[in-house]
């Protein structure tokens, strides 16, 4: 395994969750306290591979109108980006829907590209069934820790101009809007939609100003 991936794995499992295998058994006992989940659920995480792809794709294509392709993804992979799953103890009404060998569902994945002193998240997806129940929080939680210790002043992502709910979210993160990128993404009819630029400082008491 990558040595970066595995940090971010240990940084997730150990940093932020409550006790949770990389490699996860098929039987967990241990519960999970995320907002909103109808059931207690033990999580865990494991690096993405090219095994996974298409079950990633799959949900992707679920959660957009313009989603990653499956390209997008294997070039991530190749070029040694970040890239993690976020699984969880299926349930019982799940357990007929899953088809991952250890008996896990998938809840949803990120993707990262390293930089000199910071960090870009360039995808963080929640499978739309599990939407609501505060994974997506508990993902950037992860990767603000990780990117921190591998010595990442800033995070940075992009976001849809019109991607209301998920620019609360960054905003409630700490997230701060630093720049516009004019017709950055497609939006069908031969149409382009700004990307609003965020960032987040990782350094406690930091007073520097983010690039534009």
Known sequence: MDTSVNALLVAMAGGLARPAAVNPPRTWTAPDT???????????FAPMTEADLDAVHAVESCAYAHPWSRKHFRDSLQSGY??????????????????RADGSVL?????????????H??????????????????MLDALALWSRAQGAQWLWLEVRESNAPARRLYERHGFKQVGLRKGYYP????????A????????????AEARP
Do not use: K
């Open 107 to 119: 809840l949803g994945y990120l993707v990262a590209m390293p930089g000199v002193d910071e960090m």
């Open 121 to 138: 998240l360039l995808n963080v997806t929640v499978a739309p069934a599990h939407q609501r129940q505060g994974w997506a929080r508990f």
């Open 187 to 194: 939006a069908g009819h031969l149409q382009r939609e700004d």
């Open 82 to 99: 970040p890239a993690v799953l976020l699984l969880g103890e299926a349930l019982p009404h799940e357990r007929a829907q899953t088809a």
């Open 196 to 207: 609003v630029v965020m960032s987040l400082n990782l350094v406690p008491g930091d007073a």
């Open 34 to 44: 995320r907002p909103d989940c109808a059931r207690e659920r033990r999580i865990a």
